[in-house]
Nanobody, 129 residues
Framework: QVQLVQSGGGDVQPGGSLRLSCAAS??????IGWFRQAPGKAREGISC???????YNADSVKGRFTISRDNAKNTMYLQMNNLKPEDTAVYYC?????????????????????????WGKGTPVTVSS
């Protein structure tokens, strides 16, 4: 079955850390991205890594969030440190498969009329004291 299965997330206090995971099955990860949607707000691309080698991180998460992947496990991760209440949102992983056309990471994260092919179902993250 072709899918992205997310895990991680949950409730955390401000200043805490969480790691989100997203395992791909049925295809090989190439370009990857993490997106989030807070209540009442539009979806936001926060961290993307293209198969062309480029990476984009939103200003709101720079220095705190890190996107990574384990090719052997065909899994992507988002390490989130120093979490803030404004990071509260539902987080989605997304990916394009190896062999698809590659786009720069900036395009993957910021161009709203481009959607990556595969999406996770989302996992909520709540940052609150």
């Amino acid at each position: 079955q072709v899918q992205l299965v997310q895990s991680g997330g949950g409730d955390v206090q401000p200043g805490g850390s969480l790691r989100l995971s997203c395992a791909a099955s049925g295809f090989t990860l190439d370009s990857i991205g993490w997106f989030r949607q807070a209540p009442g707000k539009a979806r936001e691309g926060i961290s993307c890594n293209s198969g062309d080698g480029t990476t984009y991180n939103a200003d709101s998460v720079k220095g705190r969030f890190t996107i990574s992947r384990d090719n052997a496990k065909n899994t992507m991760y988002l390490q989130m440190n120093n979490l803030k209440p404004e990071d509260t949102a539902v987080y989605y992983c997304a990916a394009d498969a190896l062999g698809e056309t590659r786009h720069p990471a900036l395009v993957l994260c910021l161009i709203t009329n481009y959607d990556m092919t595969y999406w996770g179902k989302g996992t909520p993250v709540t940052v609150s004291s």
